[in-house]
């Protein structure tokens, strides 16, 4: 029978050149990007429909998966250095300096690839869903300064990548 969850999200991302981190290794450690208000995965299929000749009609003999790829958003509540990274497309910044003390040119850096991993806790905190996944990185809107809580919203475009891992505890008991 399912139960209600209730999940709380961490956010991980190590850009690729950081922490050992590559397309054909995960990093050796992971960088938190802060209190995650809510994550929304997007799985997107695209399906070829084969249609065929039967008695009086044409009728959709198959249906064929042609396309696969998975999106995934976060609003997050906090703001770690790599979104300042993200906002001003920058060359990741120092390990050993923070973004006050670290000077940097707006747009000197490319696409931000790098290791996503998302931990989802229930309310009992037991994790429940671990996934670490390969993927493009950017920030989602603009990032809004002012009076509110600065809430970074980022999007990452998952890539195919033999390392892609997910484990799930039950969630049905």
């Known amino acids: 029978m399912p139960r209600s969850q209730s999940l709380g999200i961490h956010f991980f991302f190590v850009r690729d050149g950081l922490n050992s981190a590559s397309v054909s290794a995960k990093p050796s450690s992971w960088l938190n990007l802060g209190v995650v208000d809510d994550l929304d995965i997007d799985p997107k299929d695209k399906l070829s429909e084969i249609i065929g000749p039967a008695p009086g009609r044409r009728d959709r003999l198959d249906v064929v998966l042609t396309e696969r790829v998975i999106d995934f958003s976060a609003n ?16 990741p910044f120092d390990a050993t300096t923070t973004p006050t003390d670290y000077q940097f040119n707006p747009n000197e ?50 890539i195919r990548n033999t390392l892609n891992t997910g484990s799930m505890l039950q969630l049905i008991q």
């Open 76 to 91: 997050l509540k906090q703001v770690a250095s790599q979104i300042w990274q993200l906002a001003w497309g920058s060359l």
């Open 109 to 158: 850096g490319g696409l931000v690839k790098g290791w996503a991993k998302f931990q989802g806790y229930d309310h009992d905190n037991v994790l429940r869903v671990n996934v670490e996944m390969w993927c493009a990185l950017q920030l989602a809107s603009p990032l809004k300064l002012g009076a509110d809580v600065v809430s970074p919203q980022v999007r990452g475009l998952v």
